[in-house]
């Protein structure tokens, strides 16, 4: 009686151990899984935003190239104080694509005023090239350093934000964050954004990716990867 | 006798209290009073950036997953995922940090400071056409590989000197600039030398992307023809 009771208990056990290594996959997962490989058969450098993980990749072909860890997640809208009118979270899992952002824009133009002639060769022997080694370096025009905030206009509306600095939501900071937005707006100057789903990183993180941001990135959001 | 004057007399005089500090009280409060007033409509007009969390789990309305046929979309997933990963040796370059990354069976073999695009744009004052000095972002090929490679000067070479581009194409040649190696992945970009190993590690070509010497003979040898090329 004792044994069988025992035996039993085993079976069980194992049947539901067998079970627990049987569980289907999550949906969500799969689903995001054939996302990616959609993304991974094309040529491009694609992102991967996890918001369980807390991290954006740079994958190209399924390999990360580079992995950004966030310090918030977040969906930024600008309110009246003391409403709580949220706008409603993105479907995920799902690719979103960059529609326009700083990459396209921000560029330093250079520009000569006129163009002469170049020196013909018989002019060059005047003063003849100097050996490589001997070759001065030249000073290159220096490359603006790119902002740390910056928003990307995605093709399904929304905003993404990378920024350095998430807005104060404590009392007094959004109080005087609305003051400030108030009198701008009183004297003319106030902006509206689109709502904003906005990843926070630290400034060297957010420039690095800054040239990322130009139109035809795809960002694949899924939770888990 | 003699009558004695009766002590005067007076009634105590009120303590006179000072106006001043009632004054002031009334100008803070009134200053208060305006100020907070002036605050509260402008908070009240001011639209600031609110927070609501990112909800990071799967929206719903997926309809019910059939098991299997999930196990098998996943497996497949995976297979395809499997299939297009880089096999053997590829080359990685992010272009923010300036480095170049030789990677083989998933390992870094060699990693090597590099220069890449400035990202800045040049414009011809004859007829407005620009080029953007980028470099690429994605991947390509080695299409090509070349020693001791001559460059043929673009248009922009010129156009970024100041300088007319010459109409004789033996004008345009130069076996220096490119080092010993160059490796060709498309469109005129190339993986090749420098003369100025100073601005290696900086964002200073133009678009091309600059080794040392000694790093772009490593790649030379140990990349075939073929190679992937991922940019970042």
């Keep these: 009686m004792c044994r069988s009771v025992l035996a039993s208990i085993c079976i069980s056990l194992a049947t539901g151990l067998a079970r627990a290594g049987d569980v289907p996959p999550d949906p969500a997962r799969v689903a995001a899984l054939e996302l990616e490989v959609g993304l991974a058969k094309r ?12 991290i954006l990749e740079v994958k190209a072909r399924g390999v990360v190239l580079d992995t ?8 930024m809208s600008q309110q009246r104080l003391f409403t709580h009118d949220h706008p409603t979270n993105p ?29 013909k060769a018989d002019e060059e022997d005047v003063e003849p090239t100097p050996p490589p080694d001997a070759t001065p370096t030249p000073t290159p025009t220096p490359v603006p350093l790119p902002a740390a905030s910056y928003r990307a206009r995605l093709t399904n509306g929304w905003d993404l934000w990378i920024t350095d600095r998430l807005p104060p939501q404590d009392r007094i900071g959004s109080f005087l964050a609305a003051v400030r937005d108030g009198w701008r707006r009183l004297r003319g100057l106030g902006e509206d954004h689109a709502p904003a789903i906005t990843l926070a990183m630290t400034d060297e993180d957010a420039r690095r990716i800054h040239h990322l941001m130009q139109s035809g990135l795809a960002i694949l959001v899924a939770g888990g990867m | 006798m003699s009558a004695e004057a009766e002590p005067l007399v007076t009634a105590p005089t009120p303590p006179r209290h000072p106006r001043w500090p009632l004054a002031v009280a009334l100008a803070l409060a009134a200053v208060l009073l305006v100020c907070g007033g002036s605050a509260a409509v402008l908070a009240r007009l001011g639209r600031p950036f609110l927070a609501a969390p990112f909800d990071a789990t799967a929206s719903p309305g997926a309809p019910e997953p059939d098991p299997v046929g999930l196990r098998a979309h996943a497996v497949a997933a995976e297979k395809e995922l499997g299939k297009v990963h880089p096999r053997g040796v590829y080359i990685v370059v992010d272009g923010y940090r300036n480095r170049l990354h030789l990677v083989e069976n998933g390992r ?10 400035t990202g800045m744009v040049l414009k011809d004052p004859r007829n407005g056409k620009t080029w953007v000095f980028d470099t690429p972002v994605g991947e390509r090929v080695v299409e090509k590989k070349v020693k001791h490679p001559v460059w043929a000067k673009p248009d922009w070479a010129f156009v970024e000197e100041g300088l007319l581009p010459p109409t004789d194409p033996n004008e345009r040649f130069d076996d220096a600039s490119l080092g010993d190696y160059a490796l060709y992945i498309g469109d005129g970009y190339i993986i090749h030398g420098t003369l100025f190993k100073s601005l290696l590690g900086r964002r200073v070509t133009h678009g091309c992307v600059r080794l040392g010497d000694e790093d772009l003979e490593f790649v030379y040898r140990h990349v075939p023809i073929g190679t992937r090329v991922y940019l970042y």
Excluded: F
Aim: glycine letters at 6%; a negative charge.
């Design chain 1, 68 to 75: 950004v860890p966030l310090t918030g997640i977040e969906i």
């Design chain 1, 91 to 119: 479907p995920i899992p799902a690719v979103w694509t960059v529609a326009q952002g700083p990459g396209d824009t921000d560029r330093e133009l250079v520009a000569p005023e006129k163009l002469v002639p170049a020196p």
């Design chain 1, 43 to 54: 040529p491009v450098v694609y992102m991967v935003l996890d918001p369980q993980r807390r």
């Design chain 2, 108 to 117: 870094v073999i060699r990693s090597a400071v590099c220069s890449t695009g």
